[in-house]
T-cell receptor
Framework: NAGVTQTPKFRVLKTGQSMTLLCAQD?????MYWYRQDPGMGLRLIHY???????AKGEVPDGYNVSRLKKQNFLLGLESAAPSQTSVYFC????????????????FGAGSRLTVL | SQQGEEDPQALSIQEGENATMNCSYK?????LQWYRQNSGRGLVHLIL?????REKHSGRLRVTLDTSKKSSSLLITASRAADTASYFC????????????FGQGTTLQVKP
């Protein structure tokens, strides 16, 4: 049982390049999330999904797109990377059965460190 | 805007002392959670307290919730060097949209 797996773990991009971060979970979780973590800012929600085929905007969605074509995968895309998107990105998902009751306890991946030059 | 805000931002104590971290939030919630993050790792869930609860314990952790003040505190008793980490509170909104918002975190250093 791998939990939540993020790939890649590290990536360096040049301004204007595009890339996709992949999050995969093998726990049959309904809800999935993408956060970014910056020094002194805590975690900020980028986008989230409450089920296959659905996505919603979080606090800081601009510059990012997401897709949830399969229940186990949640992709975060940067179409034209900017230095302001240098950050550590975390994917998370919710244990089954708890999302609908309001107790959204997250399981996190190990993070993906992205540097945009 | 951030739902949860924590203070202090950083805390340094000696092993064996207690550590208290506070979290304030802005809107009504269903529950509040605390997470821990070791350096370079993802966050790990510690404890959840529901909006109709005032206090909850788990091992050396004690969480309180005051919905009238929109605040919560996390107390770690008899701290150990291994408790050195960042601690975050997280809240959902009253409407169960699945959205979970984190505070900025408190960095705790426990000196041996």
């Amino acid at each position: 049982n791998a939990g939540v797996t993020q790939t890649p773990k590290f990536r360096v991009l040049k301004t204007g390049q595009s890339m996709t971060l992949l999050c995969a979970q093998d726990m049959n979780h309904e809800y999935m999330y993408w956060y970014r973590q910056d020094p002194g800012m805590g975690l900020r929600l980028i986008h989230y999904s409450v089920g296959e085929g659905t996505t919603a905007k979080g606090e800081v969605p601009d510059g990012y797109n997401v897709s949830r074509l399969k229940k186990q995968n949640f992709l975060l895309g940067l179409e034209s990377a900017a230095p302001s998107q240098t950050s550590v990105y975390f994917c998370a998902s919710i244990r089954p059965g708890q999302g609908k009751t309001g107790a959204n306890v997250l399981t996190f991946g190990a993070g993906s460190r992205l540097t945009v030059l | 805007s951030q739902q949860g805000e924590e203070d202090p931002q950083a805390l340094s104590i000696q092993e064996g002392e207690n550590a208290t971290m506070n979290c304030s939030y802005k809107t009504s919630i269903n529950n509040l959670q605390w997470y821990r993050q070791n350096s370079g790792r993802g966050l790990v869930h510690l404890i959840l307290i529901r909006s109709n609860e005032r206090e909850k314990h788990s091992g050396r952790l004690r969480v309180t919730l005051d919905t009238s003040k929109k605040s919560s505190s996390l107390l770690i008793t008899a701290s150990r060097a291994a408790d050195t980490a960042s601690y975050f509170c997280a809240t959902d909104g009253r409407r169960n949209t699945g959205k979970l918002i984190f505070g900025q975190g408190t960095t705790l250093q426990v000196k041996p």
